[in-house]
């Protein structure tokens, strides 16, 4: 099946830094979604994007649909504590809402 | 609005056992699709009902079954509980099968 490949594997970083994290794919899709799931739920849509080179922002977020289609690149802006969980990309690869999910990156603010 | 909601929170099973898991799906959403996550892993894909009918399956096993309500409510059913099956079992709800998922909180289920 499709793998989806998701890096880094977690970030410990300093609150107020960026944070950049990236997903790719080996086949081309027509949409990234990007999610954020903290401890105890689901996961929440942050951006989804639907066109190559598309770039999205959602207040600190910011995210890309590189122009190859396999990946993307989600950017994070001044981190604060409650940035922390674990942010997924995912692809649409059944048509329809049947998603395939990246391994995660797990990022932890340090105050 | 209630959002997506999901029964029990958690529950602890043995190997052999039959479980039911429940979700209530967002008021006026006909779309429901089910997912396991395991423990450090990504949600996978288990299946997927559109009013009341089956509109696609992942790579589980006839095991896993399910079934959707008139009310657009719906069950996971897993047969034979194998230890690999401990999970986090997520349900996510949209208005059709092209808008955008809500998940609910998950079901813990543990098998021994």
């Known amino acids: 099946g499709q793998q989806l490949n998701q890096s880094p594997q977690s970030m410990f970083i300093q609150e107020g830094e960026d944070v950049s994290m990236n997903c790719t794919s080996s086949?081309?899709?027509?949409?990234w979604l990007w999610y954020k799931q903290d401890p105890g739920e689901g996961p929440v849509l942050l951006i989804a994007?639907?066109?190559?080179?598309e770039l999205t922002s959602n207040g600190r977020l910011t995210a890309q649909f590189g122009i190859t289609r396999k990946d993307s690149f989600l950017n994070i802006s001044a981190s604060i504590p409650s940035d922390v969980g674990i942010y997924f990309c995912?692809?649409?690869?059944?048509?329809?809402?049947?998603?395939?999910f990246g391994t995660g990156t797990q990022l932890k603010v340090e105050l | 609005e209630t959002g997506v909601t999901q029964s029990p929170t958690h529950l602890i099973k043995t190997r052999g056992q039959q479980v039911t898991l429940r979700c209530s799906s967002q008021?006026?959403?006909?779309?429901v699709s089910w997912y396991q996550q395991a423990l450090g892993q990504g949600p996978q894909f288990i299946f997927q009902?559109?009013?009341?009918?089956?509109?696609g399956r992942g790579n589980f096993p006839p095991r896993f079954s399910g079934l959707q309500f008139p009310n657009y409510s719906s069950e996971l059913n897993v047969n034979a509980l194998e230890l690999d099956d401990s999970a986090l079992y997520l349900c996510a709800s949209s208005l059709t099968a092209s808008n955008e998922q809500f998940f609910g909180p998950g079901t813990r289920l543990t098998v021994l």
């Open positions: 994007l639907y066109k190559a080179g």
């Open positions: 995912a692809l649409d690869t059944g048509g329809g809402n049947k998603l395939t």
């Open positions: 009902y559109y009013r009341e009918e089956e509109n």
């Open positions: 086949s081309i899709f027509n949409t």
């Open positions: 008021s006026g959403h006909n779309t």
